[in-house]
Structure formats: structure tokens, C-alpha cells
């Protein structure tokens, strides 16, 4: 418990090591204004089994690739298990935990990017990523480690830029992936989902979606959650909060109007029900982002 953290200087790169775990983590300080696309920390984290971080109101966005093992990352109340060739994102306003695998053999080890500015998460959700936490056999290990190798081997004016296009190659890749992937789901579930996605600043009507659809909401649900992972309740309880946060970032509006404009005409249980899910109050997180910006 007592042990410090080891800082070791190389070039105008900074390397840490923290208990738990070990490996470089590279730093590029800020030249002049921040960009509203950054990193300024990557590495990569060999973790030893007891291995654990914990971001109670994350700051950052995390983009992680992982190398060997596994572990688990958890995004609000939502935990997920992150494997060999899976990449996860864990994004900025949401308790952010990762946790080694205790009872698995083989040393988790992952690629980490920390990014910070206001675009990540305008990006992520016009992407529709933002709901995405892992991803599994991405295919995106050559972008991870080209950001790795290029911070060991150039200057931070170099990166600086070069980071911002990496994360862009990035994103637009895994939305690819998404994209043909999404193509093997049936069209029933393709027409639900268009459903979901076209309703989120509404009240969820089950009764229309099952006359639309012509089928029974059990079926509907059955379906569903069969191609897509989740519940409906819970899909579009998760695009609503996705939706709630960027109104947050990005407009003036009153905590109720927010509320109000995605269906909830009681404000305090919008409050709760986003503070159960993120695990801070609208009003809190709209001040935290506010300091960052």
C-alpha cells in the first residue's frame, strides 16, 4: 500500500508504473490550447491478478485494446468481460471500473488511450458509439500499437496531430466492423432497432412498435435481445442517457426541458434515473464537464 508510483523520464515522453500493474505509459503535455481531440497518456498495462481502477465521475474517455488474457470493465452499473483481440471504450461521464480476471490464467495485458476534449463524445455518438463498450475480435491491434510505436519513436509536436488521426482511424474502422456485422441482422430486428433509434426523444411505445412490426412485444423482445445483446428497456434506456449528456455538453436547456425532451415529464425522476445510471446527478455532471471544457 505504501509503495510509490516509479516515474522514469525518457525523452519528452514520461514513463509510470503503478502497484497492480506495470508497463510504459506515455505522456504528451499540451502545447499551447488544448485541441478538442487529444491524447495526452497511453501505454500499456500488464496487470498483476489483484489488478484494479477505479474512475468514480471519469474525466476521460478510454479506449482500450487487449493483448492477452482478460479482464472485466464496467461502464456505470453495466460490467462486461473484455478478451484477447476485443478493444472497449469507456466513455468521460460514467464510474468507470477494470478489473483484472482472478480465476484466469493468463496475464491481462492491454493497450490504453486517455482522450480528452469536448469532440469525443459528439464523435462516438455520431458514430453510435457511444453505447459500445466491447467489441469483441476487432481487428484494430495494428492501430493500438502504430499509436504505441509512434510514441516511442517521435517528438509530442509529431504526435500531437498524429494521435488525433489514429483515434479518427479508429473509430471510423470499428464503425465499419459494426456496420458489415449489423448487416447479418434479420430484418425484423433491423426495422425494430430503426424503431428504437428514430423514437429516443419520445416516450417508448411498446403498443406501436408491436403494430408496426406485426408481431407480439414477447417476440419482439425475444428477437431483440437474441441479435442485439441487450433488452429493449434497456437499449433504449442507454440512448436516452447518451442523448441527456450530450443536451447537457452542448445546450443551455434546464435539467426538466432535457428531461422533458426525452419523454420523462417528471424532472426528478429523470435526475434519479440519470444518476442511477451514471452515477452523478445531471446538474453535477453539466458542472464537471463545464471545468474540462
Known sequence: MGTRNQVVKRGPMTMINKPGKHGPVYHLPPLGEPPPLSVQFLGVNYCDTDYRNIRKIAQITVFGFVLSGQGSVQVGPQAYMARQGDMFILPAGYYHEVTSDIDHMEQWSYIWLNISGSWILKMLEAYQLLSRVVTSSSGLEHLF???????????????????????????????????????????TVQAIKQFLDNSILHPFDPTQLSSQMGISN????????????????????????????????DTHLTISDIGYKLGYVDPHYFSNLFQSKTGVRPSAFRKQFIKIQ
Open 145 to 187: 500499437k502504430e499509436a504505441i510505436e509512434s510514441a516511442k519513436q517521435k517528438s509530442v509536436e509529431e504526435m500531437q496531430s498524429e494521435l488525433q488521426i489514429i483515434l479518427i482511424r479508429i473509430i471510423v474502422s470499428l464503425s465499419e466492423t459494426l456496420r458489415k456485422r449489423g448487416e447479418a441482422l434479420t430484418s
Open 218 to 249: 414477447k417476440q419482439i423482445n425475444r428477437l431483440f435481445k437474441r441479435e442485439i445483446g441487450t433488452t429493449i428497456y434497456n437499449y433504449v434506456i442507454s440512448k436516452k442517457i447518451e442523448s441527456a449528456k450530450l443536451m447537457l455538453l
